[in-house]
């Protein structure tokens, strides 16, 4: 089983690898960009069957340590 | 930043040992944390002991006691190698549980860039530091307005002099929530603001989108606080300023004269 934590910034807090990485998308000529929000990515690998249980747990760690939820989203994804 | 003084080899440094305390030593006993990637331990052990006089020993991660200690130094640096988040993995380390207990029973903790990081990490600060507005590592001397001088942290600061102090960081803007930041405006919890020379809170002044232009805040107890500035690096003339020997001054006289209690 694994899981998948993708991590970004809150609307709130300013992002400025974000707001390059857009203007640098246009500079291309790339058309319809909107807003662009650069994150984190972490794949975990679990030992667990229990689908359940390890996403109550890494629900828990993404909140305590995995993201920091003055700053940040998170998203949880098991398959 | 790399520290003046050259680490030997991995692991904690060797510091010489702390003086045996004393009921007789009138000297504030300091102790001055040390993570894996720590580079401004050994500047603040110099300025404590060998400029002000004081008595300060480093104390490794993985201590779970303080011992007989006044207050504490979370030094800058690159603690675990920034990983993940800075400061997201020195805030679980043994001796931040200690540190966490010792600031419950009152003790002073001072943060001091990385340091200021782990302590919000730690929740024992309210906000964040996030990547500076520029996306660049900002190296430089700013100017520090003191926003209160009631605090163990800046009683000894004239209340219109302007700190001039160097900054080095890569992610030191200070972000916290609408209602965060009012409540730290209503309780006087920001203690230093970047500003220009004339004192002005100006965009220009604010070297990494700070809101507000913090540079350093204290808890609502008023016994922790953490700043980006480097006060350890600004406390000899031969620096170019001593104007951060103030920030530890104030220290010292707030434990001298029993502002707070000392926590054991």
């Known amino acids: 089983m694994k899981a998948r934590i993708i991590i970004t910034p809150k609307k709130a807090v300013v992002d400025p690898q974000g707001k390059t990485v857009r203007s640098a998308l246009e500079h291309l000529g790339y058309s319809g960009i909107g807003a662009v929000h650069v994150g984190k990515y972490l794949e975990v690998e679990l030992d667990s069957a229990d689908p359940e249980a390890a996403r109550r747990q890494l629900d828990e760690a993404c909140h305590k340590f995995l993201s920091n939820p003055i700053i940040e989203d998170y998203r949880l994804e098991i398959e | ?264």
Not at chain 2, 44 to 52: D, E, F, S
Not at chain 2, 122 to 134: C, D, E, H, T, Y
């Open chain 2, 1 to 264: 930043m790399r520290s003046m003084e050259k680490r030997r080899g991995r692991g904690p440094a060797k510091a010489s040992p702390a003086p045996p305390a004393s009921i007789f030593d009138p000297r504030v006993n300091f102790a001055v944390l040390q993570f894996p990637g720590s580079n401004c331990d050994q500047d603040a052990v110099h300025v404590l002991r060998n400029v002000l006089g004081q008595s300060a020993r480093l104390l490794w991660h993985k201590e779970s006691s303080l011992g007989g200690t006044d207050a504490v130094i979370v030094p800058g640096g690159f603690s675990y190698g920034d990983y993940l988040r800075t400061g997201a993995i020195a805030r679980f380390s043994p001796v931040m549980q200690a540190v966490q207990q010792f600031a419950a029973n009152g003790g002073l903790v001072l943060g001091i860039c990385n340091g200021f990081q782990i302590l919000c990490e730690a929740g024992l600060l309210p906000g964040a530091l996030v990547r500076n507005r520029s996306l660049q590592f900002r190296c430089e001397h700013i100017f520090l307005k003191t926003a209160t001088t009631d605090s163990p942290f800046t009683n000894r600061t004239p209340a219109d002099k302007l700190l001039r102090i160097p900054i080095a960081h890569g992610e030191g803007s200070y972000f916290a929530d609408e209602a965060t930041l009012a409540e730290l405006q209503a309780k006087r919890q920001i203690l230093w603001q970047y500003c220009s020379a004339q004192s002005e809170l100006t965009e220009e002044s604010n070297p990494n989108g700070s809101l507000l232009n913090i540079a350093g805040v204290c808890n609502e107890r008023r016994n922790v606080a953490g700043l980006m500035p480097h006060p350890e690096r600004a406390s000899e003339p031969l620096l170019g300023s001593d104007d951060g020997r103030l920030v530890f001054e104030s220290m010292i006289a707030a434990l001298e004269t029993k502002h707070l209690a000392p926590a054991a």
